[in-house]
């Protein structure tokens, strides 16, 4: 384990169900997480890639392997990760920015001093909103916004509280093309402006090399790391990007890595 | 205000008043004894001569049901919060609910009144016990459909399964919560009523019961209308908490539609 690691997944197995019934989904699963890095997780569909964040956020535990998390060891849910889905999960009987407030209201220190400085965790969310361009939209009710407005809200809630650790599970697969694309880059200025660890979970490629540092490829059921790629176009990255031919380069070799997979 | 707005004002009083129209002109052809079915200008007449008897004892119905519905909310709330939120109580108590919901109500009241006597008692504590069941199913369904994915949200926060509950759970409920108050009221309506009517001496049923073994078949009517009128009365006072509340879950409709 790297002095620098943030995550660290050792050697970790999880079974759901029990006995012979059981089903298989990661197997001897090991992966590193630098502080600061952004890392995709991409593999076919019922790899295990959404167990895996359940797992790194302590909401299942391992059958067997540890996973350690600052160098603590995961034994229950970890406190004040950031966390997006494909379904927003916005709540539709608060306002977009209400809605952001949320983690204020349950993150220790945040938690404690929400009450007298009120005022300041409302212009952070706000200006949080601002910069994902929904600056005019926090009185709005979710359901009052648009599909790729609602993943924008939700990118701020995962994120107003300053996590150190961002869990995205496919945040922009319900979403049109355009709309994601214009998303990807929403998702790299904020990362560029803050820093954060991410781990993305998703299955498409483009998105994984467009904004990440390494890209994991997990196999089949059960899910095991069977190739990592680290991504060293600069940044930021833009739309230009995804069609320079280093960057379809990288999609293709990923793909093919999958298909192999799929194939065997 | 559209036409069709106006329409739909309109509609209800409309047929209200068709349907009386209907049964005075049906009484009065086929000729219909008023002892059997008086007709509605006789009712509305009887409600007129006995309006302090009518008044005195709707209000005490009205007052026996609401305190009984108010005893309703409060134990449907908890019991369908613990039902809801924990499996093992949802296990342990959902049978014995059931159990208690198929007892005719009707078949509780001797009972009540041997512990508590004839009156009002009796009549709260019907009204309650038919009035909490919707109410609690109600919130213990809101509570049970939190999505997994918004827990997963709040759990990786670090939120307690208390702060679940009242973050989540309960606004979310909220909807189907008042969803059932309407039809909580009117059934503790019914519940009033039926007791007063077995073991009372004060209250629409026991007017009603009285009137009729004295063959008063006007005043019964006259009762009925008036309990009738009381539902609409109070379910329409649920139906304006509830888009004052919950204007969120009717997202997309015209609330006044």
């Given at each position: 384990m790297s002095a620098n690691s943030l995550v660290d997944i050792r050697d970790v197995s999880l079974t759901y169900g029990q006995g012979v019934e059981g089903t298989l989904a990661v197997e001897h699963l090991t992966l590193e997480i630098e502080k600061g890095d952004f890392v995709a997780v991409v593999g076919p569909s019922g790899c295990g890639k959404s167990s895996l964040m359940k797992l790194v956020t302590g909401l299942v535990p391992p059958s067997s392997g540890s996973i350690f998390v600052k160098g603590e060891k995961v034994?229950?849910?970890?406190?004040?990760v950031g966390m997006a889905f494909?379904?927003?999960?916005?709540?539709?009987?608060?306002t977009t920015l209400d809605n952001v407030m949320l983690p204020f209201e349950i993150v220790e220190p945040h938690k404690r001093h929400l009450r007298s400085e009120r005022g300041k965790y409302v212009a952070q969310a706000e200006q949080l909103l601002q910069t994902v361009g929904l600056g005019k939209f926090g009185?709005?009710?979710?359901?009052?916004?648009?599909g790729g407005m609602q993943q924008r809200a939700n990118l701020c809630r995962a994120l107003v509280h300053q996590p150190e650790l961002l869990m995205l599970?496919?945040?922009?697969?319900?979403?049109d093309a355009f709309t994601r694309e214009e998303l990807w880059s929403v998702m790299q200025n904020l990362w560029i402006q803050k820093r954060f660890t991410a781990m993305l979970v998703t299955h498409d490629l483009r998105e994984a090399v467009y904004l990440s540092d390494t890209v994991f490829v997990i196999s089949h059921r059960p899910g095991r790391v069977i190739y990592r790629a680290e991504?060293?176009?600069?940044?930021?990255?833009?739309?230009?990007t995804t069609f320079e031919p280093k960057f379809i380069d990288i999609v293709h070799d990923l793909r093919s890595r999958i298909s192999h997979e799929l194939a065997t | 205000m559209t036409n069709t707005r106006r329409l739909q004002i309109l509609a209800p009083w409309a047929v209200t008043v068709a349907l009386f129209v209907m049964w005075e002109l049906a009484c009065w052809l086929l000729s219909v004894a008023p002892f059997v079915l008086p007709r509605p200008s006789l009712i509305f007449k009887t409600m007129y001569d006995f309006h302090t008897q009518l008044i005195d004892h709707s209000l005490h119905t009205l007052f026996t049901t609401v305190i009984g519905f108010v005893l309703a909310v409060i134990g449907g709330l908890l019991i369908g919060i613990a039902v809801g939120a924990s499996r093992f109580v949802y296990v342990a108590l959902y049978p014995l609910l059931i159990g208690f919901n198929s007892i005719p109500k009707v078949a509780l009241v001797p009972i009540i009144v041997i512990w508590?006597?004839?009156?009002?008692v009796p009549a709260i504590i019907t009204a309650c016990s038919v009035a909490f069941f919707p109410i609690a199913v109600n919130i213990a369904t809101g509570l049970a459909t939190i999505e997994p994915e918004m827990r997963d949200v709040l759990r990786s926060l670090g939120a307690s399964s208390w702060e679940i509950l009242t973050k989540v759970g309960i606004p979310r409920s909220a909807p189907y919560l008042f969803a059932s108050l309407k039809i909580a009221i009117t059934l503790a309506f019914i519940g009033s009523v039926i007791s007063e009517t077995v073991a009372s001496n004060k209250g629409i049923g026991y007017l009603m019961l009285s009137a009729s073994s004295r063959f008063e078949v006007p005043l019964v009517f006259a009762g009925l209308l008036v309990v009738g009128a009381m539902g609409i009365g109070m379910y329409a006072i649920c139906v304006i908490f509830e888009s004052r509340m919950t204007r969120w879950a009717f997202r997309g409709q015209d609330m006044q539609g």
């Open positions: 034994t229950r849910p970890i406190q004040g494909q379904n927003s999960t916005l709540m539709p009987w608060r009185k709005k009710f979710p359901w009052e916004l648009s599970d496919e945040p922009f697969g319900a979403l991504i060293d176009l600069p940044r930021p990255r833009t739309l230009e | 508590f006597g004839i009156g009002t």
